[in-house]
């Protein structure tokens, strides 16, 4: 049995609301016709988002700046974040870095060789045979596959211990000369964060119950590469984000959950909890659409959607902690889902014991 230890989340220094950010948006669009800028200001206004956090203050985002000086400030700032995060996490779960026998890294806003891990495993006195699994080019789903792949590790390891660290930093990636709609909506849903989650293959005495891993799975929907993602150009990572992506979701989500849930002898009705990465309003008004027909709805995923944004992979990871945050009973079930570039849904099925 693979146990969900505890969920770490970190948001970095700089924080904005919507009116905050406004002024930047203004200047940035400045140069386009009044019918585009009305429009993508009611896109920034519609993304219904509190309030988001950035590694770096507005007046750096909305500079003009090289695609190696952007890369540059991730590098910079992922370091010490991501050590400050995991040495936090690895406290508040009661374990000591020399247990840990495999360190899963998720990110895909910036590059990085050595990756961070290589830093973490000098910088926290991690043992220097530790399992080191970064992970990039899963997108948004990369969160649900870390915990998939530490699952899939830790069965062949009794008594292991994993840590999935998510970091990803999307406001770094703006593009300021991309007068795409993919950009402009990038913009008003992505955000930055951390979470860093530690799994255990050992049943402990912990103070309430802990989601163990019941099943999970990963799918990949055929012809779908092109609706989602980053393309590599000059100035940094440009955003690919089509129109069709809510529709494509609400196609297939219930073809991707229900023969999941069905295998493991889940009806949606007898689950607790739908755990979804929101990706956008659009895109969470299109789950809880479907999930509607079942009595159904994904209040976790749309809470943090609104409060912190896309986060990219960590985001899953923000809406499950915020249920393990909760005192549930023995026996309570999550279904998790994110969705990514491929297009790819990795899922599982989580029950409190």
Known sequence: MIFLRDITTLLPPHRFSFEE?????????????????????????????????????????????????????????????????????????????????????????????????????????????????????????????????????????????????????????????????????????????????????????YEQPRPMIVAAQMIQVPDTTHILGYNITNSGLAMTLDKTLPKVIEAHFENIMLPFLSDNGYTPEQVDHFLVHPGGIKIINAVEAVLAKYGKKAPESRKIMTLHGNMSSATILFIVESVMCQPLPKGHTAYVLSFGPGFSADQLLLKWN
Request: hydrophobic share 40%; net charge negative; aromatic share 10%.
């Open 21 to 205: 950010s406004k002024p930047y948006y203004e200047t940035w669009l400045s140069s386009r016709t009044p019918s585009y800028k009305a429009k993508a200001l009611d896109i920034f206004k519609n993304a219904a988002i509190e309030q988001r956090h950035s590694i770096t203050t507005g007046d750096v985002l909305f500079s003009p700046r090289t695609f190696e000086a952007s890369n540059d400030l991730y590098r910079e700032k992922a370091v010490p974040l991501c050590a400050q995060l995991l040495e936090k996490a690895l406290a508040k779960a009661g374990v000591s870095p020399k247990e840990v026998d495999y360190l899963i890294t998720t990110s895909c806003t910036g590059f990085m060789i050595p990756s961070v891990d290589a830093y973490l495993i000098n910088l926290l006195g991690l043992r220097n045979d530790v399992v080191r699994i970064p992970i990039t080019e899963i997108g948004c789903a990369a969160g649900a596959a870390g915990l998939i792949y530490a699952d899939s590790l830790l069965k062949g390891r009794p008594n292991g211990c994993a840590v999935v660290l998510s970091f990803e930093f999307p406001s770094n990636t703006i593009q300021l000369d991309n007068w795409s709609w993919d950009n402009v909506v990038g913009t008003a849903l992505f955000a930055d964060g951390l979470a860093c989650a530690v799994l255990q293959s050992r049943e402990s005495l």
